[in-house]
């Protein structure tokens, strides 16, 4: 069975910091480029990051640039997202999804994702 879990959110205050992790099961995300997304309520799915299967590659959305860091671990079938200096509009639920190294369109391109989360919540509030 493919499924791919998150594990990590909660509640932090701003300016604070959470670690989301995403494991996989029933495939190997060797052969696989991973996106972290996330859904604010009443807001659309975006794009918050990706690295490429290798880890050689990392692209971030603007709104989080230098405040967020993808990384993964092969060996552990997982990949992870360290959210540093928290805000506010940070807050919605968090998806980790994986596709096919082979697709080569924008890694924003929900469609193009194979495998998708559940979510899992992230609540940034004083």
């Known amino acids: 069975q493919v499924e791919l879990v998150e594990s990590g959110g909660g509640s932090v205050q701003p300016g604070g910091s959470l670690r989301l992790s995403c494991v996989a099961s029933?495939?190997?995300?060797?052969?696989?480029?991973m996106g972290w997304f996330r859904q604010a309520p009443g807001k659309e799915r975006e794009g918050v990051s990706y690295?490429?299967?290798?880890?050689?590659?990392?692209f971030y959305a603007d709104s989080v640039k230098g405040r967020f860091t993808i990384s993964r671990d092969n060996s552990k079938n997982m990949i992870n997202l360290r959210m540093n200096s928290l805000k506010p509009e940070d807050t919605a639920v968090y998806y980790c999804?994986?596709?096919?190294?082979?697709?080569?369109?924008?890694?924003?391109?929900?469609?193009?994702?194979?495998?998708w989360g559940q979510g899992i919540q992230v609540t940034v509030s004083s």
């Open positions: 029933g495939f190997s995300l060797n052969y696989y480029n």
């Open positions: 690295i490429t299967s290798t880890g050689g590659s990392t």
């Open positions: 999804a994986a596709r096919a190294i082979k697709d080569g369109s924008k890694w924003s391109h929900q469609i193009s994702y194979d495998y």
